[in-house]
Structure formats: structure tokens, C-alpha cells
């Protein structure tokens, strides 16, 4: 089954660039059938939808975040990427990826998240 | 675009059931019927429970079911179990092909 793998610094400086991959075995990044997310949640807050990339690098993104984040796919690694610039506090959370249906907009599955934290 | 307004705290006891509301506008959960709901257990992962409405992903129990009416989607859960007891969250597809979640329900088995 298709199991997805979250990594990167789990410790960023205020205004410098966060930056997650997100590896996907048992499954292609290539499928046309899905798209590939983030999602970050805050300590003790809710889920928060950042965006999702597509096999042929179509993406969207929350329009909050629009002129920080970029995600990217990699169908050569299958991976997928995140980066988030100018980074402050408020950008702590866990980072989850998931793949999202293109059918019926479900996330499924999900990766087991990873902390990151912004202090300097 | 918003939240969906989901209540913060919900509580039933074993063998209960209870509901779980998500309230959108006619751009997301009126409009369209790619409503989810979510299971998040402390420190793991969501597990996806419900997509489109109604409909469980295989191995999700049958004491899940989902509906929607107008711009309020629910999660009922029946037969109420101690292993229930978790955070669950509902997204759904918006007008601006964008995905949004509610704030979240934490479910208490007494």
C-alpha cells in the first residue's frame, strides 16, 4: 500500500526558508489519479490546508500563503517538496503530506507528520 | 477562504450515539459533495473515515456514517466505543479548487 514519508530540519531561524520533502513508496507521484499535499498543524490547534502539486507540477496553494510557499514534484525521486520562506513563529507545526484523490478530494493517506520548529 | 465551523467538544457514552456537525457556506459544502471527515488520535496522524458524504474507505467501521444537508454536513457515530475517543476534523472542496477544514471536535466517551 502506498505509504508516504515526511523529512527535513525539525529546527528553522525566524526569516530563512523551510524546506520538507515528502517520500512516497508503494505508489507513483506520476498518477494522474491524485494529487500531492501539505497540511501543518499547529501545537494544540487545528489541521491547516497549505496546498497540493499535481504529476505535471500544476499547483495551489492557500491564498494566505500564496507569496511564501512553493511545492514541487520530483517524478524522477518520487518526491514532493516544500518551501516556505520568511518563516516566523507563527509557521511552528507539524507538517503532514497526504495524497488527495482527484475524484472525491479525500486525503489519503497520510504521512506520520514532522515538528518544526522556528526559533533562533 | 474559511474554516468550517465544527462545535469544539462533543461526549457520549458507550454504546451511544452522537453526532459530529460541520457547517460551511454554498461555496464549499453547499455547492459540492466532497465533504471528509477525519480521526486524529494525540500524536498521530489523521486517518481518513468519510469522503464524499457518505462513503468509508475500506476497513472503517460501519458505526461511521456521514450525511449533509444543505450547507451542514455530519459525522454520526454509533455504538459508541472507548477507542472512539479522539479529535476528528471535516474538509471539504471549495469554489476556489481549494481544500478547507473545520477547527475540529474532540469526542469524549465518558
Not at chain 1, 508503494?26 to 500531492?36: I, K, L
Request: overall charge positive; charged content about 10%.
Amino acid at each position: 500500500q502506498v505509504q508516504l514519508q515526511e523529512s527535513g530540519p525539525g529546527l528553522v531561524k525566524p526569516s530563512e526558508t523551510l524546506s520538507l520533502t515528502c517520500t512516497v513508496s508503494g505508489g507513483s507521484v506520476s498518477s494522474g489519479s491524485y494529487y500531492w499535499s501539505w497540511i501543518r498543524q499547529p501545537p494544540g490547534t487545528g489541521l491547516q490546508f497549505i496546498g497540493y502539486v499535481y504529476y505535471s507540477g500544476g499547483t495551489n496553494y492557500k491564498p494566505s500563503l500564496t507569496s511564501r510557499v512553493t511545492i514541487s514534484v520530483d517524478t524522477s525521486k518520487n518526491q514532493f517538496s516544500l518551501k516556505l520562506s520568511s518563516v516566523t513563529a507563527a509557521d511552528t507545526a507539524v507538517y503532514f503530506c497526504a495524497r488527495v484523490g482527484f475524484n472525491d478530494y479525500g486525503f489519503d493517506p497520510w504521512g506520520q507528520g514532522t515538528l518544526v520548529t522556528v526559533s533562533s | 477562504q474559511s474554516a468550517l465551523t465544527q462545535p469544539a467538544s462533543v461526549s457520549g457514552s458507550p454504546g451511544q450515539s452522537i453526532s459530529i456537525s460541520c457547517t460551511g457556506t454554498r461555496s464549499d459544502i453547499g455547492d459540492y459533495n466532497y465533504v471528509s471527515w477525519y480521526q486524529q488520535h494525540p500524536g498521530k496522524a489523521p486517518k481518513l473515515m468519510i469522503y464524499k458524504v457518505t462513503n468509508r474507505p475500506s476497513g472503517v467501521s460501519n458505526r461511521f456514517s456521514g450525511s449533509k444537508s444543505g450547507n451542514t454536513a455530519s459525522l454520526t457515530i454509533s455504538g459508541l466505543q472507548a477507542e472512539d475517543e479522539a479529535d476528528y476534523y471535516c474538509s471539504s472542496y471549495t469554489s476556489s479548487t481549494l481544500l478547507v477544514f473545520g477547527g475540529g471536535t474532540k469526542l469524549t466517551v465518558l
